[in-house]
């Protein structure tokens, strides 16, 4: 009897992979950062690796952190790895420790992919993200159908439609990164 929005949808991490592709054009091995204690995330696993391989990507390591001490290994099995990239999956968890995943980026210099607007405006390179003000407006729709009468059980659990790509240019400029003009287009 409940109902609702996704903010997760099965393709995201398969257009993140592309556009991480695209932001930067030579990354061929992507650190994947994840929080092993979210029971959705290991789920999620298998489907990353699938959609990694369309932009010809490897996800190594897959490193989960689900605390403040997790990040120290995970940050060391990253950089054992030599990974090119971070990409950050979809965690809350995780995002209550960006400043230390944002630092630890910026000292190891490596374009981050993230699931948060938040990142980006405090430093991180791009995310892409549902429109959670969206999502917010049309959560609203679904409380005034319930208070008409309308029972939620009958109402279907939606997926995001609009969805934001947000990039820093004076991360990208830091990293040497020259961002093509299609995705600046594109680009909320």
Do not use: C
């Not at 791009?126 to 409380?143: F, G, N």
């Amino acid at each position: 009897n409940i109902t609702g929005s996704a903010p997760i949808t099965p393709e995201i991490d398969g257009k993140r992979f592309e556009l991480l592709k695209e932001l930067v054009p030579g990354v061929s091995r992507v650190a994947v950062l994840w929080n092993p204690t979210n029971p959705n995330n290991a789920a999620r696993l298998d489907s990353m690796q699938a959609a990694a391989r369309t932009p010809r990507l490897t996800l190594d390591p897959l490193v989960g952190a689900g605390d403040g001490q997790e990040l120290d290994r995970a940050f060391a099995s990253i950089v054992a790895a030599r990974a090119e990239a971070l990409f950050m999956g979809s965690d809350r968890a995780l995002l209550a420790h960006r400043a230390r995943i944002l630092e630890f980026a910026v000292r190891r210099r490596l374009p981050a992919l993230y699931a948060y607007r938040e990142m980006v405006e405090e430093g991180g390179l791009a995310s892409y993200a549902p429109s959670y003000p969206a999502m917010y407006r049309r959560a609203a729709t679904y409380v005034d159908r319930i208070l008409r009468g309308a029972k939620p059980g009958d109402l279907p659990v939606e997926q995001p439609t609009r969805f934001e790509l947000t990039i820093n240019l004076k991360t990208a400029r830091a990293l040497g990164l020259t961002i093509a003009p299609s995705l600046l287009l594109r680009a909320d």
